[in-house]
């Protein structure tokens, strides 16, 4: 399917592989990657992280022209990652064994995918997080459309504040979005300004709900000065793939083969 937007690129990813795989791909992990991976008590939750890790660097360094192993992966301000020295920003999201990765090559990204039959508590997450016109959208719908409508709308705030950096601290009950005939950001508070946002359906495979928000800042990421220039990448263009990266698989030039 195509890109949601020019210079947006989208993956999904498998996060369930065999232990050699695994091993294999855990090769390209920073020593504070593996450090961190052998924190997770749960083998199953090691392993995703191992795997999602592992194909982020080759999402970045198919982008940027470098071996993954060399993509320079550091945590700015609120614990929000990018990549020292280049422009490309990128974001991840996943549920169960499903992993959605985003990069874009100028403003900021962030994205959220939610298994469509995740059970929620429709009322009280509605009332944290929703605003008064959503709520009441919300109440003239049946149980289980009011559920995905929910899940819908909050795939798309959740997206909205990984893009800032804000996480569960933004505004989301400020945050007005509509999301027919397509979603948008409808007002809030700055830096959730509507003419400065863009907001994406993105359909993958099986049944699962995705946003994709696009923040078309000008704001430099966290680990670069207002003064300081970045060196221009090979960025990205505008696809959608279903990413199915194979230890075996080599990388020359920024591609995969």
């Known amino acids: 399917m195509p890109s949601p937007a020019p210079g947006i690129a989208i993956w999904q990813c498998d996060l369930e592989l065999s232990e050699n795989q695994i091993a294999m791909l855990a090769q390209c992990l920073s020593a504070a990657e593996r450090q961190r991976a052998t924190r997770f008590g749960m083998p199953l939750l090691r392993a995703r992280y191992v795997i999602g890790r592992a194909r982020l660097r080759w999402v970045l360094g198919r982008a940027l022209s470098i071996e993954p192993q060399a993509v320079m992966i550091e945590t700015g301000r609120r614990g929000r990652p990018f990549v020292r020295g280049h422009e490309v920003d990128f974001n991840v999201s996943h549920t169960q064994a499903i992993a959605l990765i985003g990069i874009?090559?100028?403003?900021?990204?962030?994205?959220?995918?939610?298994?469509?039959?995740?059970?929620?508590?429709?009322?009280?997450?509605?009332?944290?997080?929703?605003?008064?016109?959503?709520?009441?959208?919300?109440?003239?719908?049946?149980?289980?459309?009011?559920r995905r409508a929910l899940l819908r709308l909050w795939t798309c705030k959740e997206a909205l504040s990984k893009a800032t950096g804000d996480a569960l601290s933004a505004p989301f009950r400020h945050l007005e979005v509509a999301v027919a005939p397509a979603p948008r950001l409808v007002a809030g508070p700055p830096p959730y300004v509507p003419a400065d946002w863009q907001l994406f359906d993105v359909a993958l495979n099986g049944d699962y709900l995705a946003t994709v928000a696009w923040w078309r800042t000008e704001t430099p990421d966290p680990g670069c000065r207002r003064d300081q220039k970045r060196p221009a990448s090979r960025g990205v263009s505008g696809e959608y793939t279903t990413f199915f990266i194979t230890p075996s698989a080599s990388f020359r030039g920024g591609l995969l083969f």
């Open 104 to 146: 874009v090559n100028h403003g900021r990204i962030g994205v959220d995918i939610e298994s469509g039959n995740r059970r929620v508590n429709v009322e009280g997450v509605g009332r944290r997080f929703m605003t008064l016109r959503e709520r009441g959208e919300l109440a003239t719908l049946a149980d289980d459309d009011r």
